[in-house]
C-alpha cells in the first residue's frame, strides 16, 4: 500500500520549486499535485494520455477544447488524451490531484 498526505505532498512540491509532483507512478497509472498560484498562467500543453482532475482547493476556469466551466475544490473534470485544456482566471491558489492513464511520460 501507498499511503499519502496532501501537506505533506505540498510540501515537497514547493521545496522542489515546481508546479507539478509526480508521487506515483505505475504500470496503468501515475498520480501527480499540480500547483498554480491565483494570477498564475497555466503553461499546459495537450497531453498523450487521458487525465482526471480533482480539485483539492482554489477557484479557477478551465477550458478543455471549446468547453469551458468554472472548479473549486472537489470538481472533478476528466480531459481526453491530445485535447488542448488550460486552467485560467485562477482567482484563488489552485492545487489540484492528477492522475494520467496510462503513466504521464
Known amino acids: 500500500?501507498?499511503?499519502f498526505?496532501?501537506?505533506e505532498l505540498e510540501a515537497e512540491r514547493?521545496?522542489?520549486n515546481g508546479a507539478y509532483?509526480?508521487?506515483v507512478?505505475?504500470?496503468t497509472m501515475?498520480?501527480?499535485l499540480y500547483a498554480l498560484d491565483a494570477g498564475e498562467t497555466d503553461p499546459q500543453q495537450p497531453h498523450r494520455q487521458d487525465e482526471v482532475y480533482f480539485v483539492v482547493s482554489g477557484r479557477a476556469s478551465i477550458t478543455v477544447g471549446m468547453e469551458t466551466t468554472q472548479v473549486g475544490r472537489g470538481s472533478v473534470v476528466y480531459v481526453p488524451a491530445g485535447v488542448a485544456h488550460k486552467f485560467h482566471h485562477?482567482?484563488?491558489d489552485l492545487r489540484v490531484m492528477?492522475?494520467?492513464s496510462p503513466p504521464e511520460s
Open 1 to 3: 500500500m501507498k499511503a
Open 5 to 7: 498526505r496532501l501537506d
Open 14 to 16: 514547493a521545496a522542489n
Open 21 to 23: 509532483l509526480q508521487f
Open 25 to 27: 507512478r505505475e504500470h
Open 30 to 32: 501515475s498520480v501527480g
Open 90 to 92: 485562477i482567482t484563488e
Open 98 to 100: 492528477v492522475v494520467f
